[in-house]
């Protein structure tokens, strides 16, 4: 998942609340690990902040850090430890040990296959998509997370053929080196507690000994036997204790070894100074990408889109260490420098309306190498991250008018049609075209006429009318007017039948304006689903969009579907967004007119 590079989509400091919910998913996941285990790897109060990534092939993975190490990274919902974490507690996951020369394969990409799997006494007990570590022989230290691709039984059953493990992160891979790069720690081998110790004395004592208790040779050999388990017993426990004394000796040194790290840290103003400069060179550099059609541009947006983009994946923009603490400050800094104009449409709410190109900051500033390979592994990243969306994002459905037949129109389309099926304007066309052929029913004065027997007049003929004839359009349009009317409402991919037919016409998706007390106005939406739309994701765009609130509720009464609450007046805007994201026909939007002239 990691051998490439991957993009940083954000990099923020984690909130109070996501620090808690991380440990409560840690505890409850990792069920192995005490309350003190799991607050001195999540500690309060020291920095940790949130990655939100794209991979190389475009998947969306979260990871928390502390500090620069990333601890755990998030799929699905799902949390995986990176080697990092597993390397401080080696023990909250199930391992598969392999071989040295096999890591090479693994950091290139490869899967934990089964053959190359060391079994040391019995595999590890895990289920099909058990997160699980991978170590080397020799040290119990973890080289690789993924997840088991099959469970244990099955392993087993296969006769160790095929994959075992998923890889999905790897020591030397790009997370390993996002952190601070270290190798892996020399643990030994998970050591036998004392019920293992005594299991191998009872084996040796069973070895030398004969079903009814007596030695081999008929004599009471069971005595040694007991004595050896005794020694034995007591040899393996003080091989446990020391094995116990070693790990407790490593973990102190790795401890001691932080503590120096930390305590040869850099001083305050240098980094703040090269935080600043960090600010100063991405700032710069977003600017020569901002189009003057991107304007105005919310202080927020251009932050989080232009300038973090703009940050080298190795590093991190963080505006409190910054000597300006606040965005608003440093922008206001840049327009006194007469870089910016800025304006203020609300209170607290920065855009910025115009960037001067010609300004000698950016006229004389060179690009350093890291920021534009930095920025061409984005641009790759965002196309395949795109190709990806859209692969998975919404796709608009054929909206297909269907015509019933009805009980007067049963002699003219049976047999192949009854009363109640469904048929497209086409195949009503030939089969009404067919049956005045087959009965000869085109006047033989005029062709464009058609002659309208018992079963015709049955059909079209409205009560009180007297008819003998009409033409061809005439004829097919009484019988588009006369049928049931139906829709379909068919998605990609998906096959149209009969059982997806509704009756009468398709409900457009409704917007409009109500006045709140206080002259405060709201967009209401309704009948998304009958598009499935998902009313979350819709509201989530247009949120995002026009940097406004807003809510998603249930219509009172059964089945009456949800609403879309928005703040202010976005007729708009949303039903920009309805045809050019979601690609609707504007036939099947309502109240677009009301909007008119009406500024988002």
């Given at each position: 998942?990691?051998?490439?590079?991957?993009?940083?989509?954000?990099?923020?400091?984690?909130?109070?609340?996501?620090?808690?919910?991380?440990?409560?998913?840690?505890?409850?996941?990792?069920?192995?690990?005490?309350?003190?285990?799991?607050?001195?790897?999540?500690?309060?109060?020291?920095?940790?902040?949130?990655?939100?990534?794209?991979?190389?092939?475009?998947?969306?993975v979260i990871v928390y850090c502390l500090g620069k190490n990333p601890l755990f990274f998030e799929q699905d919902k799902q949390l995986f430890p990176t080697v990092y974490t597993l390397w401080k507690f080696?023990?909250?996951?199930?391992?598969?040990?392999?071989?040295?020369?096999?890591?090479?394969?693994?950091?290139?990409?490869?899967?934990?296959?089964?053959?190359?799997?060391?079994?040391?006494?019995?595999?590890?007990?895990?289920?099909?998509?058990?997160?699980?570590?991978?170590?080397?022989?020799?040290?119990?230290?973890?080289?690789?997370?993924?997840?088991?691709?099959?469970?244990?039984?099955?392993?087993?059953?296969?006769?160790?053929?095929?994959?075992?493990?998923?890889?999905?992160?790897?020591?030397?891979?790009?997370?390993?080196?996002?952190?601070?790069?270290?190798?892996?720690?020399?643990?030994?081998?998970?050591?036998?507690?004392?019920?293992?110790?005594?299991?191998?004395?009872?084996?040796?004592?069973?070895?030398?000994?004969?079903?009814?208790?007596?030695?081999?040779?008929?004599?009471?050999?069971?005595?040694?036997?007991?004595?050896?388990?005794?020694?034995?017993?007591?040899?393996?426990?003080?091989?446990?204790?020391?094995?116990?004394?070693?790990?407790?000796?490593?973990?102190?040194?790795?401890?001691?070894?932080?503590?120096?790290?930390?305590?040869?840290?850099?001083?305050?103003?240098?980094?703040?100074?090269?935080?600043?400069?960090?600010?100063?060179?991405?700032?710069?550099?977003?600017?020569?990408?901002?189009?003057?059609?991107?304007?105005?541009?919310?202080?927020?947006?251009?932050?989080?889109?232009?300038?973090?983009?703009?940050?080298?994946?190795?590093?991190?923009?963080?505006?409190?260490?910054?000597?300006?603490?606040?965005?608003?400050?440093?922008?206001?800094?840049?327009?006194?420098?007469?870089?910016?104009?800025?304006?203020?449409?609300?209170?607290?709410?920065?855009?910025?309306?115009?960037?001067?190109?010609?300004?000698?900051?950016?006229?004389?500033?060179?690009?350093?190498?890291?920021?534009?390979?930095?920025?061409?592994?984005?641009?790759?990243?965002?196309?395949?991250?795109?190709?990806?969306?859209?692969?998975?994002?919404?796709?608009?459905?054929?909206?297909?008018?269907?015509?019933?037949?009805?009980?007067?129109?049963?002699?003219?389309?049976?047999?192949?049609?009854?009363?109640?099926?469904?048929?497209?304007?086409?195949?009503?066309?030939?089969?009404?075209?067919?049956?005045?052929?087959?009965?000869?029913?085109?006047?033989?004065?005029?062709?464009?006429?058609?002659?309208?027997?018992?079963?015709?007049?049955?059909?079209?003929?409205?009560?009180?009318?007297?008819?003998?004839?009409?033409?061809?359009?005439?004829?097919?349009?009484?019988?588009?007017?006369?049928?049931?009317?139906?829709?379909?409402?068919?998605?990609?991919?998906?096959?149209?039948?009969?059982?997806?037919?509704?009756?009468?016409?398709?409900?457009?998706?409704?917007?409009?304006?109500?006045?709140?007390?206080?002259?405060?106005?709201?967009?209401?939406?309704?009948?998304?689903?009958?598009?499935?739309?998902?009313?979350?994701?819709?509201?989530?765009?247009?949120?995002?969009?026009?940097?406004?609130?807003?809510?998603?509720?249930?219509?009172?009464?059964?089945?009456?579907?949800?609403?879309?609450?928005?703040?202010?007046?976005?007729?708009?805007?949303?039903?920009?967004?309805?045809?050019?994201?979601?690609?609707?026909?504007?036939?099947?939007?309502?109240?677009?007119?009301?909007g008119k002239g009406k500024k988002r």
């Amino acid at each position: 998942m990691f051998t490439k590079k991957f993009r940083i989509k954000s990099n923020s400091a984690i909130k109070g609340s996501d620090r808690r919910k991380l440990k409560s998913h840690v505890s409850q996941q990792f069920t192995s690990l005490a309350d003190e285990d799991v607050a001195h790897l999540i500690p309060n109060k020291e920095e940790m902040s949130v990655l939100k990534l794209y991979t190389h092939n475009g998947t969306s993975v979260i990871v928390y850090c502390l500090g620069k190490n990333p601890l755990f990274f998030e799929q699905d919902k799902q949390l995986f430890p990176t080697v990092y974490t597993l390397w401080k507690f080696p023990n909250i996951l199930p391992y598969f040990t392999t071989w040295p020369p096999v890591l090479e394969k693994l950091q290139g990409g490869a899967d934990l296959m089964l053959p190359g799997v060391v079994k040391i006494g019995d595999l590890p007990t895990v289920g099909k998509g058990d997160v699980c570590g991978v170590n080397l022989v020799g040290n119990q230290a973890a080289v690789g997370v993924g997840v088991a691709h099959w469970s244990t039984e099955d392993m087993l059953a296969s006769g160790m053929r095929g994959k075992g493990v998923l890889t999905l992160h790897t020591y030397g891979d790009q997370l390993w080196e996002y952190g601070d790069k270290t190798t892996p720690p020399q643990i030994p081998m998970k050591c036998l507690n004392m019920e293992d110790s005594q299991q191998l004395a009872d084996d040796a004592v069973a070895e030398h000994t004969g079903a009814d208790g007596t030695g081999a040779d008929g004599t009471g050999a069971a005595t040694d036997g007991s004595q050896s388990a005794t020694d034995n017993t007591q040899e393996d426990s003080g091989a446990t204790q020391e094995c116990s004394n070693e790990i407790n000796q490593l973990t102190l040194e790795h401890t001691n070894e932080m503590d120096d790290e930390e305590v040869e840290e850099e001083p305050l103003e240098e980094r703040v100074a090269k935080m600043d400069v960090l600010l100063m060179e991405c700032f710069l550099f977003s600017l020569k990408y901002v189009k003057k059609s991107d304007l105005p541009l919310l202080a927020s947006t251009f932050y989080a889109q232009h300038v973090q983009k703009c940050c080298p994946s190795n590093k991190s923009i963080d505006i409190k260490k910054t000597s300006f603490k606040k965005l608003s400050k440093f922008l206001q800094h840049m327009k006194e420098r007469g870089l910016l104009e800025l304006k203020e449409p609300s209170k607290g709410v920065i855009s910025i309306v115009g960037v001067d190109k010609s300004h000698d900051d950016l006229r004389k500033f060179v690009v350093p190498e890291e920021l534009e390979q930095s920025r061409a592994t984005t641009v790759a990243l965002d196309e395949v991250a795109k190709k990806e969306e859209a692969r998975h994002s919404y796709q608009a459905p054929e909206v297909v008018e269907m015509l019933g037949v009805t009980s007067a129109m049963v002699p003219i389309f049976q047999p192949q049609y009854k009363k109640g099926s469904w048929l497209l304007r086409n195949m009503v066309k030939d089969v009404v075209t067919d049956y005045v052929k087959e009965n000869q029913l085109v006047d033989a004065n005029d062709p464009s006429m058609i002659v309208l027997d018992p079963h015709l007049s049955d059909a079209v003929v409205n009560k009180g009318e007297y008819i003998t004839h009409l033409k061809w359009d005439q004829l097919f349009t009484r019988f588009y007017d006369k049928m049931q009317g139906g829709y379909q409402v068919a998605f990609p991919g998906e096959v149209a039948g009969s059982k997806s037919v509704k009756k009468g016409k398709i409900q457009p998706i409704n917007i409009s304006v109500v006045q709140k007390a206080g002259n405060k106005k709201v967009t209401l939406v309704t009948n998304l689903e009958v598009f499935k739309i998902d009313p979350k994701q819709f509201a989530h765009d247009v949120q995002v969009g026009v940097a406004t609130s807003t809510s998603v509720s249930s219509l009172p009464g059964k089945n009456a579907g949800v609403q879309v609450l928005v703040q202010g007046n976005q007729i708009e805007y949303i039903a920009t967004v309805l045809i050019d994201k979601y690609g609707l026909a504007r036939k099947y939007i309502s109240g677009v007119e009301k909007g008119k002239g009406k500024k988002r």
